[in-house]
Nanobody, 125 residues
């Protein structure tokens, strides 16, 4: 499966965006999906992760309380609802698949696969 992130755009600080992660050549169902972001000159950062059953979700400290990850298996889509956006949220956002998230998921990006093209999120102050 090849994943594709979409839904990015240019917004002002305090506004919201919803990103979508969809797949081609296969289904997202059965995979944990992680959202990652990379800002210019910075390392890739794990933002959020959702287990295949959606029973567990994980967030980085920088987005906890503002972002919400969810999945609609009927639509084969994972969403990242981003609220109260800040300029420091500006980055290219990617989604990728793994068998599970687990604590410390953000420290093992190499275990995630099916990275696709990201979507640019720009938050102006």
């Amino acid at each position: 499966v090849q994943l594709q992130a979409s839904g990015g755009g240019l917004v002002q600080a305090g506004e919201s965006l919803r990103l979508s992660c969809t797949g081609s050549g296969g289904s997202l169902n059965g995979y944990a999906i992680g959202w990652w972001r990379q800002a210019p000159g910075k390392q890739r950062e794990g933002v959020s992760c959702i287990d295949p059953s959606a029973a567990r979700t994980y967030y980085s400290r920088s987005v906890e309380g503002r972002f919400n990850i969810s999945r609609d298996n009927a639509k084969d889509t994972v969403y990242l609802e981003m609220n109260t956006l800040k300029p420091e949220d500006t980055a290219v956002y990617y989604c990728a698949a793994e068998n599970f998230c687990g604590y410390g998921w953000f420290a093992r990006p190499a275990d995630f696969h099916s990275w696709g093209q990201g979507t640019q999120v720009t938050v102006s102050s």
